[in-house]
């Protein structure tokens, strides 16, 4: 009786063990497995990130925002400030701005299962198209991105990181370097300029040292006709100066900044012109603020109006063969020209 009663239990036993392992839900049902794993997934956190194809652009330009996400959201809703559209429901929108200023970009995902969302917001700069003329990023070249194709060539400039640290996205000029557009432009300057760059001033030159000019020298004596062109540059003792000059020191108009700039330091500087040839046509902004009380001169040549150089625009040096080379000695990013003046609230947003 005893025996009998172990074997009876003993069956039990190996009957159960082979419908537990026989039976087991979570190794043998692929349906069931797939559910669960789906049920996992939908409790991960939404996660949500995005990427401009580019954070700083110019009006006009199309870019792409590529989102990243976790947790299998089941809809995007962006939002544009200045954007066409001003909103989608895409993943990776394709967007257009039209006007400058600093606009917020917001994604939000939701999950309709758990009613969930998450959201990011950040911010592009979109800097001033309108009456753009000639845009030089210097990102390992100088090529000129407005449309224009004022393209230019390098003599002796190299590659340096820029004002945000990028790699290869500026030019160096060690004294003896430059960079000259193709074309003329300044016959497109007639109602006035603007000239608007990064700079990272490393010596200071005992002449004026240029970075952006196309101010030709070409004849002794000098007059309207010969001697024309603008001059950007740095003062001896460290100042920003613009000139529109017709013959050597008889310009017709200049002005300079009072305050100095700090040497290895990048600033943003913008100089420019308001159509007429007096000084108080003449402006210079340093890192987006005014700075140009000091120096007012009228010239004592009057042109009548925009004589169009023979020269194209430099960078980083004068007319040498008129014996003003004025070398400029240290780094230059973003080089614009502008067929008009930039208002305040422009010239703040390229200084970003
Ligand atoms: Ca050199
Ligand atoms: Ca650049």
């Given at each position: 009786m005893k025996n009998q009663n172990l074997f009876y239990l003993l069956s039990l036993l190996t009957v159960f063990t082979f419908f537990s392992c026989e039976e087991d839900p979570i190794v043998t049902d692929p349906t069931e497995m797939e559910e669960m794993e789906m049920e996992m997934e939908m409790e991960e956190m939404l996660v949500v990130d995005f990427q401009p194809s580019a954070s700083k652009i110019n009006e006009g330009e199309t870019i792409t925002f590529e989102s990243s996400v976790q947790g299998n959201p089941s809809s995007y809703s962006w939002t544009f400030e200045g954007g066409t559209p001003s909103t989608s429901d895409e993943s990776n929108p394709q967007v257009t701005f039209n006007t400058f200023g600093n606009h917020k970009i917001s994604l939000v995902i939701s999950r309709d299962s758990d009613a969930t969302s998450a959201t990011i917001e950040k911010e592009i700069v979109v800097c001033p198209g309108a009456g753009m003329v000639a845009y030089f990023p210097l990102d390992g070249n100088a090529l000129d991105q407005s449309g224009n194709n004022f393209d230019g060539s390098i003599t002796g400039a190299t590659n340096i990181e820029n004002y945000n640290g990028e790699a290869d996205s500026a030019m160096d000029f060690d004294g003896d370097d430059y960079i000259e557009t193709s074309t003329m432009i300044d016959d497109q300057l007639k109602e006035g300029a603007t000239f608007s760059t990064w700079i990272n001033v490393k010596e200071m030159g005992s002449e004026w040292s240029r970075f952006i000019t196309n101010y030709s020298g070409s004849s002794p004596g000098g007059n309207c006709l010969e001697r024309v062109g603008f001059i950007a540059s740095i003062t001896e003792d460290a100042g920003i100066r613009i000139t529109y000059a017709s013959d050597g020191n008889d310009f017709v108009g200049r002005i300079s900044s009072p305050n100095t700039i700090a040497i290895n330091q990048w600033h943003h500087i913008t100089c420019l012109w308001r159509g007429e040839f007096e000084s108080s046509s003449f402006e210079i902004y340093i890192d987006g603020q005014r700075a140009d009380s000091e120096d007012f001169e009228d010239g004592?040549?009057?042109?009548?109006g925009l004589l169009e150089s023979p020269l194209p625009f430099n960078f980083g040096r004068g007319f040498c063969a008129a014996g003003e080379c004025g070398f400029f000695t240290g780094s230059i990013d973003e080089v614009r020209i502008y067929d008009r003046p930039l208002s305040e609230d422009e010239i703040a947003i390229l200084a970003q």
């Open positions: 004592l040549v009057n042109c009548g």
